[in-house]
């Protein structure tokens, strides 16, 4: 019965904070497209261009450029991207995060990837907008 106690008042502050801090949006990761879809709201966020960097000691990173195509600002928003090797297994997944963004901003992002021997697998990779909130 504690254990309930304890769980609803963590349940409480939760759901006050997310109504607090206004929290919308931010559907999941869609890696089938530039852009990702919150159940009911279209992502405002489109990539528009995004390349692989090689640097020394196997280190990989995508940087690019994606804009804020909705009328709102967004408080946060992800974009991520899959590393894979050229069997095409997974190596690992890792994102960049803005926040503040205006309606109509571009920004550059830069995703580091793996590194070292890891890095040096690296064969291809996706990209896509994650989790995102406006105001």
């Not at 600002?73 to 899959?82: G, H, N, P, Q, S």
């Not at 997944?93 to 830069?110: A, C, I, N, S, T």
Request: hydrophobic residues 40%; charged residues 25%.
């Amino acid at each position: 019965m504690k254990r309930l106690g304890v769980f609803l008042i963590l349940a409480s502050i939760v759901c006050g904070v997310v109504a607090i801090c206004g929290c919308t949006g931010g559907g999941g990761t869609d890696y089938s497209s530039s852009t990702a879809s919150a159940e009911t709201e279209t992502c405002p966020v489109q990539i528009l261009e995004h390349h692989l960097v090689r640097k020394d000691y196997g280190t990989v990173y995508v940087e690019g450029v994606a804009q804020n195509v909705g009328n709102k600002r967004l408080k946060f928003v992800e974009i991520k991207a899959r590393f894979y090797d050229a069997d095409g297994v997974l190596i690992d997944e890792f994102m960049d995060v803005h926040r503040d963004v205006d309606p109509g901003q571009k920004f550059r992002f830069k995703i580091i990837g793996p590194i070292g021997e890891e890095g040096k697998k690296v064969a291809k990779y996706d990209i896509a907008v994650g989790t995102w909130w406006t105001e």
